[in-house]
């Protein structure tokens, strides 16, 4: 289904009640965040929010895709499962071999719908350019300040439009745009993006570079400009096959890009390779913690036109789940089938947990018909695209089913030997990783709990040796005072609701959060683990900073994710009179403990002010019951008010 303007998708969700109007003034200065933040957290993501108040001429629709239901709606299926289904049969009709004639023309009518979906360039005007603004200006904008401690306004949905000087291949990317004036932004593309290699390229050149961003238009647009696209497709093309209706394209008034005619705003420019860098930053970023601040490229305005009818479009990223989530659940369903059609013939599913943002924590499951080959498997993601970011990847038969936890647990249960299911390796990371020692390099670690084959293992097929179940308490009631920098213990069978039990036998993780005062050392603790003959009924312990939320398996693995350096942070220890047990360090790393270089960014969350406010607020906004602040929970973790986390 396509829609013509985010006008009529916001129709869409209404009649289908998923959407609620909020009437009232809501400052696009970190109320709009704070009240989204609230939404977006609650089970299903909540509903899409409408703000026709914003200080602007301009209503702002937020959370628009957070939810599977919504995805669903903006692509016009019953689920997302569909999409993921038409990909592969669309890939399978295409690739498979033709044995005669009969059989190559039968192909015609499905060659003739692809053609359908290609992009279109039109003459004249586009609705997008029914009006255009005499003097360029942003602040007519209702451009949010998403957290406090962010380096100003961002606009959070722009889909970035460049073209290769050199082979004239259009690029439709998504990167922030920080404002710094009423004609001025940074363009924050990252150097692994497409348009940082146009950038450079007209760099090279000597070149002005064109650019027009868009915003809003038919929601498809907003996710292809997401979508992990191989080099060189048109993002437009995506978007024609997930709204079964080729895009129509008109050229920008003040340059020769061409972009979507239904658009909600265009915003003209260039950006100039020549002129020097602005500071850019920090910004409360889809990781939970701050990105900081860093040199990218100004971006100058020359146009902005837009619908009479216009919807602003935004989005907030913080700690998860919020609406980015949701758009990255797409992402899998929608390329597993092409990944395992043309790279990895025994993918069965893949799974990007919303708690591992993305590029942290991905789950595979796979046909295995020989050693090695979930090793095979996890190199060759490693080399696919942007699953080149991915920092620890767990690999599990088929029959484990990545839905079916009880079923994941038991491949832990029966499998997972500290001596022989990790795999390390090295590679790219995301440049908003900031545990890695080396900026947006490091390292992964690969986690096999498939089911050994012979020669895999010297005791193939046999489970490996655990320990007698101990309770958490155990541990430190043996000696407290050798683990006095141990704050809290648990066992992950203990966390409410997290499904970890299989067969009544609890998962054996021992997590402990620790207090890293002057003298801390996570080899003496470590030392101290291993002579304690209880710690061989855990198969793996992790550790964690005082003050994160032991009953709260969800953040425990956000956390894991974020602040794990594989090589660095993951041991494994031989316990006195026991198997051995794998040691794994997800807490804040400092010069003084980890003899880290960089700077450690905070946790994004709200500040009080704001959080009472919207408390305040709440009763006016037609929202139900008083939500609290999420940022509640991540307050013991932050030190100081700014983006980076004071020692």
């Known amino acids: 289904m396509a829609y013509n303007g985010l006008s009529a998708f916001v129709e869409r969700l209404e009649r289908e009640g998923e959407l609620v109007r909020i009437s009232g ?144 291949a259009p690029n439709a990317g998504m990167y922030r745009m920080q404002l710094f004036g009423p004609a001025m932004t940074g363009m924050h593309w990252h150097r692994h993006k497409t348009g940082a290699r146009h950038f450079e390229k007209y760099k090279t050149l000597g070149r002005r570079m064109p650019v027009t961003v868009t915003l809003g238009g038919d929601p498809a647009y907003i996710y292809a400009a997401t979508a992990p696209m191989p080099e060189n497709m048109d993002e437009y093309l995506l978007a024609g096959f997930l709204r079964k209706k080729q895009v129509r394209l008109v050229k920008s008034l003040t340059n020769e890009l061409w972009i979507p005619e239904d658009a909600d705003f265009v915003i003209e420019g260039y950006v100039d390779p020549a002129e020097e860098l602005v500071w850019e930053g920090p910004f409360g970023d889809h990781t939970g913690f701050y990105s900081l601040a860093d040199f990218y490229p100004r971006f100058h305005v020359t146009c902005i036109t837009h619908r009479r009818d216009a919807v602003y479009p935004a989005t ?110 090295r590679g790219p990371l995301d440049v908003l990783d900031h545990s890695s020692q080396v900026w947006a390099y490091g390292s992964k670690v690969g986690i096999d709990l498939t089911a050994p084959l012979p020669g895999e293992r010297p005791d193939a097929g046999e489970e490996p040796p655990r320990g007698q179940p101990v309770s958490a308490e155990t541990i430190r009631d043996v000696d407290p005072a050798v683990f006095r920098a141990v704050e809290g213990v648990a066992d992950a069978a203990t966390l409410p609701g997290s499904a970890l039990n299989s067969g009544g036998e609890p998962l054996p993780v021992l997590l402990l959060a620790v207090d890293k005062q002057p ?129």
């Open 25 to 168: 003034f809501a400052d696009p200065v970190l109320e709009i965040t704070e009240i989204t933040d609230r939404m977006s957290k609650l089970p299903g993501g909540g509903k899409a929010l409408l703000f026709e108040q914003t200080g602007s001429s301009f209503p702002l629709l937020i959370n628009a895709l957070g939810s599977e239901r919504r995805m669903a709606l903006a692509f016009g299926r019953g689920s997302l499962d569909e999409i993921g289904g038409e990909i592969g049969s669309l890939f399978r009709e295409l690739a498979a071999p033709k044995a005669g004639w009969w059989e190559k023309l039968a192909m015609l009518p499905r060659l003739r719908d692809v053609a359908s979906w290609m992009p279109r360039r039109v003459r004249g005007r586009g609705r997008c350019q029914e009006v255009v603004m005499e003097t360029p200006d942003l602040g007519r904008l209702p451009v949010l300040q998403c957290w406090p401690a962010d380096g100003g306004r961002f606009i959070t949905l722009p889909a970035v439009h460049t073209l290769d000087p050199e082979t004239g």
């Open 316 to 425: 907030i990223v913080g700690v998860p789940p919020m609406e980015d989530a949701w758009i990255g659940k797409a992402t899998g369903r929608i390329f597993t089938a092409p990944i395992r059609l043309t790279m990895i013939p025994e993918l069965d599913d893949m799974e990007l947990p919303f708690a591992g943002v993305a590029h942290n924590l991905s789950l595979v499951t796979i046909q295995k018909r020989y050693p090695g080959q979930a090793v095979k498997v996890m190199n060759s993601l490693w080399g696919a695209g942007q699953m080149m970011f991915n920092k620890i990847l767990v690999v599990a038969d088929s029959d484990g089913g990545l839905q079916d936890h009880p079923r994941m647990v038991d491949a832990f249960l029966r499998w997972f030997d500290p001596d022989h299911s990790l795999y390390f390796s």
């Open 519 to 647: 003298g801390y050392s996570r080899g003496k603790l470590t030392g101290m683990l291993a002579a304690v003959p209880e710690t061989a009924a855990f198969r793996v312990v992790l550790l964690f900073d005082r003050g994160a939320p032991l009953d709260d398996l969800f953040t425990l693995v956000w956390l894991l994710g974020g602040n794990l350096e594989p090589h660095r942070d993951i041991v494994v220890v031989p316990v006195s009179g026991g198997p051995k047990v794998v040691v794994a360090d997800a807490t804040i790393k400092t010069a003084e403990h980890d003899h880290f270089g960089r700077e450690w960014p905070n946790i994004v969350t709200m500040d009080d002010a704001t959080i009472a406010r919207v408390d305040g607020l709440w009763s006016t906004l037609g929202l139900g019951e008083l939500l609290p602040s999420p940022s509640l929970k991540f307050k013991p973790l932050v030190r100081g008010m700014g983006a980076v986390r004071e020692s």
